[in-house]
C-alpha cells in the first residue's frame, strides 16, 4: 500500500510563514499529480494547490501570490510554502496524489492524515 505523511503545521501569527512537506512511501511505481487541500471547521474542503508530474502548478485565488507548491520526485514528496499566513488560512491542510502502485499498475488516490495549520496571534 501507501501511505502519505503530512508534516509542518503548527501555530504562527499573522503575516508569518510555514512550509508543510507530504511524503508518500511504500508500493509506489510513479505519482502523477500531487495536491493541498485544506479544512476549515464548519466548511468544505478545498484544493488549495495542484502540481502534476512535471511542475506545473495552479493555485485556489484566495492563496495565489503567498502559497508555492512544489515537489522531489526522487523524494516522492511534495511541499506547500506559506507565506504571509493570515487567520483565515486557518484549517487542517491535507495532502492527496495520484499514485500508480505496484504490482496492480493501476492509478489510485490517497490522502494523507492531515496537520492542523493556526493562524492566530
Known amino acids: 500500500q501507501v501511505q502519505l505523511v503530512e508534516s509542518g503545521g503548527g501555530l504562527v501569527q499573522p503575516g508569518g510563514s510555514l512550509r508543510l512537506s507530504c511524503a508518500a512511501s511504500?508500493?509506489?511505481?510513479?505519482?502523477?499529480?500531487m495536491d493541498w487541500y485544506r479544512q476549515a471547521p464548519g466548511k468544505q474542503r478545498e484544493l488549495v494547490a495542484h502540481?502534476?508530474?512535471?511542475?506545473?502548478?495552479n493555485y485556489a485565488d484566495s492563496v495565489k501570490g503567498r502559497f508555492t507548491i512544489s515537489r522531489d520526485n526522487a523524494k516522492n514528496t511534495a511541499y506547500l510554502q506559506m507565506n504571509s499566513l493570515k487567520p483565515e488560512d486557518t484549517a487542517v491542510y491535507y495532502c492527496?496524489?495520484?499514485?500508480?502502485?505496484?504490482?496492480?499498475?493501476?492509478?489510485?488516490?490517497?490522502w494523507g492524515q492531515g496537520t492542523q495549520v493556526t493562524v492566530s496571534s
Open positions: 492527496n496524489a495520484a499514485v500508480v502502485t505496484i504490482p496492480s499498475m493501476k492509478e489510485f488516490s490517497f
Open positions: 511504500g508500493s509506489i511505481f510513479t505519482i502523477y499529480g
Open positions: 502540481i502534476t508530474s512535471g511542475g506545473s502548478t
